[in-house]
């Protein structure tokens, strides 16, 4: 499974068509179970992006930011010419108990681990591929993170994933929002 995802990931090349139908403004974080260390993609959605947007996804510095919101944990990041944000709730996804297992791993990790975060835009217009990062965070990244997804409900419906939501979106009505409120924002390592 992890091969799968890795080969996804190695095999998307910029001005490809993206492999998710009709990818929607905004960001989505896809974690996944397979492998022995969690595997994160952060997907970004924008309606014809500039030369500079997508430079600023493959090449400049970008922040990654956790804010927590029970039920919801939300993922941030931004740069220059770019800013986004992704709710995530693991008491929805179909392999929550098997992404909760690697996640109890972090803490386990040495100060040194550092794990894979990809970061892929897309032209939300024709669902062409704009900008592609592969990164690291750090394991205090990785562990305030694992432990805001650990203390997420095991369970949730989409009626409560949707409720938390809009009170979100009222409560951070911005990106910059939620990086005033976030646990830890982290330089993407290379």
Same mark, same amino acid.
């Given at each position: 499974m992890r091969e799968d995802r890795d080969m996804l990931a190695t095999k998307m090349r910029v001005r490809d068509e993206a492999p998710w139908p009709n990818v929607p403004e905004g960001m989505v974080l896809h974690l996944d179970s397979a492998g022995n260390q969690p595997n994160a993609m952060l997907v970004m959605g924008m309606r014809k992006p500039s030369a500079g947007e997508e430079k600023a996804i493959r090449q400049k510095p970008l922040r990654v930011g956790i804010t927590t919101s029970d039920p919801l944990t939300w993922i941030t990041v931004e740069g220059e010419k770019v800013s986004f944000d992704a709710p995530y709730g693991l008491g929805i996804v179909e392999k929550a108990e098997q992404i909760r297992t690697q996640l109890r791993a972090v803490d386990g990790w040495t100060d040194a681990t550092r794990c894979a975060v990809t970061i892929v835009?897309?032209?939300?217009?024709?669902? #062409?591929?704009?900008?592609? *990062?592969? +990164?690291?965070?750090?394991?205090?990244?990785?562990?305030?993170?694992?432990?805001?997804i650990l203390a997420q409900p095991e369970h949730m419906t989409r009626a409560t994933y949707d409720a938390a939501l809009d009170a979100d979106m009222r409560r951070?009505?911005? #990106?910059?929002?939620?990086? *005033?409120? +976030?646990k830890i924002i982290e330089p993407l390592g290379l």
């Open positions: 835009l897309v032209d939300s217009r024709d669902n #062409t591929i704009r900008g592609l *990062r592969y +990164a690291t965070l750090g394991k205090t990244w990785w562990s305030v993170f694992a432990n805001a951070y009505p911005s #990106t910059q929002h939620l990086v *005033r409120a +976030a």
